[in-house]
């Protein structure tokens, strides 16, 4: 398994061939509205050559469902996408191509592709259909928390053992600080830990959350969960 870190909450997995994207914020659109929320890394436009397999959201928020990089996937038919969306996604994800798969993607909900199982998981954000999402492949499980609070109805949805967890640490917007998000790490029982969401709006330092078997990911580039 391959995971690329694309900024924020973006992710790539590559496995056996398949390609699965999920949550690519690759424009300056949040600036747009904010000007405070200018990206401070310039967009590698190299990941518009991929068209994956897979491409996945948690939820409505435009740092997630980016408006402008969002369609840039969604309107290509050079091959049929599966598109796994919550409910406040998927409504304005399925207006786009025809020719691609739009699942309803909710809480409990899996999907099968390739190599990858995929399953949606509670969060607790402001967008009342936020997702975590759960992905499989290899014999591993791999946990986005997608944005979230720390909250105890999420770990019952959880299995036992859990490769590495990628979460939030901004600690703004709804999304856990990097002091619960250790907690909430350790809770999960991980063997690693991936902290997201920093770096391309702020200037925090990821070091300084208080967990064990922390992975920093440098963004554009794999990250290496397994040693």
Same mark, same amino acid.
């Given at each position: 398994? #391959?995971? #690329?870190?694309?900024?924020?909450?973006?992710?790539?997995?590559?496995?056996?061939?398949? #390609?699965? &994207?999920?949550? +690519?914020?690759?424009?300056?659109? @949040?600036?747009?509205?904010?000007?405070?929320? =200018?990206?401070?890394? +310039? @967009?590698?436009?190299?990941?518009?050559?991929?068209?994956?397999?897979?491409?996945?959201?948690?939820?409505?928020?435009?740092?997630?469902?980016?408006?402008?990089?969002? +369609?840039?996937?969604?309107?290509?038919?050079?091959?049929? &996408?599966i598109v796994l969306a919550p409910t406040s996604v998927w409504e304005k994800a399925h207006t786009h191509a025809k020719c691609h798969n739009y699942v309803q993607f909710n809480p409990a909900t899996s999907w099968t592709e390739g190599p990858f199982r995929f399953t949606a998981v509670p969060a607790a954000h402001s967008d009342p259909y936020a997702i975590g999402i759960l992905v499989e492949a290899g014999g591993k499980c791999y946990y986005v928390t997608g944005d979230t609070l720390y909250n105890e109805a999420i770990f019952p949805f959880l299995p036992r053992e859990i490769e590495a967890v990628f979460l939030p640490i901004n600690g703004v917007g709804n999304n856990m600080n990097m002091?619960?998000? =250790?907690?909430?790490?350790?809770? #999960?029982?991980? !063997? !690693? @830990? @991936? +902290?997201?969401?920093?770096?391309?709006?702020d200037s925090l330092d990821p070091a300084a959350m208080p967990c064990e078997d922390l992975v920093i990911p440098q963004i554009y580039k794999e990250i290496k969960i397994e040693e």
């Amino acid at each position: 398994m #391959t995971i #690329t870190w694309l900024g924020q909450a973006g992710l790539l997995f590559e496995e056996n061939g398949f #390609t699965a &994207m999920i949550d +690519p914020y690759l424009s300056d659109s @949040v600036a747009r509205l904010d000007a405070t929320k =200018a990206r401070r890394v +310039p @967009v590698e436009e190299r990941f518009f050559e991929i068209t994956p397999d897979i491409l996945a959201f948690t939820h409505d928020h435009l740092d997630h469902y980016d408006t402008e990089t969002a +369609p840039r996937f969604l309107e290509r038919t050079d091959k049929q &996408m599966i598109v796994l969306a919550p409910t406040s996604v998927w409504e304005k994800a399925h207006t786009h191509a025809k020719c691609h798969n739009y699942v309803q993607f909710n809480p409990a909900t899996s999907w099968t592709e390739g190599p990858f199982r995929f399953t949606a998981v509670p969060a607790a954000h402001s967008d009342p259909y936020a997702i975590g999402i759960l992905v499989e492949a290899g014999g591993k499980c791999y946990y986005v928390t997608g944005d979230t609070l720390y909250n105890e109805a999420i770990f019952p949805f959880l299995p036992r053992e859990i490769e590495a967890v990628f979460l939030p640490i901004n600690g703004v917007g709804n999304n856990m600080n990097m002091w619960d998000a =250790a907690r909430f790490a350790a809770r #999960t029982g991980a !063997k !690693k @830990v @991936v +902290p997201l969401h920093f770096g391309l709006f702020d200037s925090l330092d990821p070091a300084a959350m208080p967990c064990e078997d922390l992975v920093i990911p440098q963004i554009y580039k794999e990250i290496k969960i397994e040693e």
